[in-house]
């Protein structure tokens, strides 16, 4: 016999079928389809004017679909975007918060706009506030107004929580404590839709990912699986002068793809002993500088080029 608690784990955190978003002429979202599932970290990868926040603010039921279909938590979002938003969580990437209130105050205020909320200490704690708690928002750095809005978007305990970019403004140890708080989440079951520009950050935190680009997912699966399907190559990164010749590299056997940006070329090559001889020899015989030579492993950075041809801030 199913309980309630297995019925909950069947139904999907979020589901988005056929999803089409316009705007005038310009079709933003075309027809995209993915789950999330409670428990999960599902990222959402695209450059700028991908389609990535406009898909998320419809989800969220900030902005009204064109076509398909948007559950959250079962609940028809265009239909019940008022009880959806007591059970959800946003960080947006962008937050206007009341500079003449302290983080606890606005912690508070915030809380009192739904039915459940956690204590603020609770939240201050979590997100590496304390010293700051009776400091004025308007006197928090940039980084500390953006562990606030994380927390604000905690305030209400939520099932699912959307993180829009949420490490921007952090520094390295700061980012990595916010990972712990993304990962607390998920030991809690709680289902997160996340959007990154930290190509470290989405391989460290996402169970799976969705690269989307001019509205369209071009790939979606688990990290390390988009890496093993996109690349049997291994990649050969080092610095060169301008007398490199980029066209001699791509005759070389084995060598599948070159990458050049800002003085540092890549080698995507299945023979990576043969392809580093021929460069090492040329290098000796002086027929180009090169520095700084590395051997690595694709990461989802090279699937990210591959699929959109740039970066991902581009």
């Not at 599902?42 to 969220?60: C, D």
């Not at 791509?250 to 021929?278: C, F, W």
Request: with cysteine.
């Amino acid at each position: 016999m199913s309980t309630d608690c297995d019925i909950m784990r069947a139904m999907h955190a979020i589901e988005v079928s056929g999803l089409v978003k316009r705007y005038g002429a310009l079709v933003a979202v075309d027809g995209i389809s993915f789950t999330v599932e409670r428990g999960e970290v599902f990222g959402l990868l695209g450059p700028n004017g991908a389609g990535k926040t406009t898909t998320v603010e419809v989800i969220e039921g900030l902005r009204k679909l064109d076509d398909g279909t948007v559950r959250v938590l079962d609940t028809d979002v265009v239909r019940n975007s008022k009880e959806i938003k007591q059970r959800i969580g946003i960080q947006l990437q962008t937050s206007s918060l009341f500079e003449s209130l302290t983080a606890r105050e606005v912690l508070d205020l915030f809380g009192s706009f739904y039915r459940k909320k956690l204590p603020a200490d609770e939240l201050i704690s979590l997100l590496n506030l304390q010293e700051k708690r009776n400091s004025l928002v308007k006197n928090l750095s940039g980084g500390q107004q953006q562990r606030l809005s994380v927390a604000l978007a905690l305030v209400n305990d939520p099932e699912v929580v959307f993180l829009d970019e949420p490490t921007t403004g952090l520094d390295p140890q700061a980012r990595r404590a916010l990972w712990e708080v993304i990962e607390h989440l998920k030991r809690r079951d709680r289902a997160i839709l996340l959007t990154t520009h930290q190509m470290e950050e989405a391989e460290r935190l996402c169970d799976r990912v969705a690269i989307i680009d001019h509205g369209h997912i071009l790939a979606m699966g688990k990290p390390r699986d988009l890496v093993k399907s996109n690349f049997e190559e291994v990649a050969i990164e080092f610095e060169a002068d301008g007398r490199i010749d980029l066209g001699s590299l791509k005759g070389l056997e084995g060598v599948s793809n070159i990458r050049e940006e800002e003085g540092v070329v890549t080698v995507y090559t299945k023979e990576a002993q043969g392809t580093l001889a021929v460069l090492l020899s040329s290098a000796a015989k002086g027929e180009w500088q090169m520095d700084n030579m590395r051997v690595r492993v694709a990461t989802l950075e090279d699937v990210f080029l591959k699929l959109t041809g740039r970066r991902i801030r581009e």
